[in-house]
């Protein structure tokens, strides 16, 4: 079988499938079936799904720093599960049972300062300070978001925190 090039992807041809190497981690890849907005070959690298879910991290991100809370919330998927890393709990399982805390929390002047990122496919996980919680309230956190990157929208989200101010809740 040839390899042949196209641009930064080089693929070999047979005739059924196409493998692409991807420009970034060199593995050989399978078809991937619609995961990037941005597919011109109709397959997409690895790679490219981790910056895609890195992207829509970051959005949430300064949105949450923006306080804008109908623009926050589209970043979420409709059945989106939010949990508590330490007890296990769940803090809400649908957008809706989300909105109310978010509407809470953008009424003090939060900020979130983005201390370090790790990304692997379409999990990103933040390492936080939180500040501007209530009372004056300054928080550690940990998040952890799974991403629907075919739809542009985070899925699932993992939080480990710890408060530095007494009764700062999560």
């Known amino acids: 079988m040839a390899f042949r090039s196209l641009g930064s992807f080089r693929f070999r041809s047979a005739p059924s499938t196409r493998y692409y190497r ?8 399978t078809p991937f079936r619609k995961v990037s907005g941005r597919q011109d070959s109709g397959l997409a690298c690895k790679a490219v799904m981790a910056q895609e879910a890195a992207a829509i ?37 649908s957008k809706e049972e989300l909105r109310p805390r978010y509407v809470e929390r953008f009424k003090s002047p939060v900020h979130c300062e983005l201390l370090g990122r790790l990304v692997l496919g379409d999990v990103v996980v933040d390492r936080e300070i939180i ?14 978001y799974v991403c629907d990157v075919a739809a542009d929208k985070i899925k699932r989200i993992t939080f480990v925190w710890k408060p530095r101010t007494e009764g700062v809740k999560l």
């Open 57 to 93: 991290v970051q959005r949430q991100l300064e949105l949450y720093n923006a306080r804008q809370v109908d623009s926050f919330m589209e970043l979420f998927t409709d059945d989106v599960v939010v949990l508590d890393g330490i007890t296990g709990a769940v803090i809400a399982s």
């Open 131 to 144: 500040t501007g919680l209530p009372n004056g309230g300054v928080a550690d956190c940990m998040a952890t």
């Open 22 to 29: 991807c420009p970034i981690t060199r593995n050989t890849l």
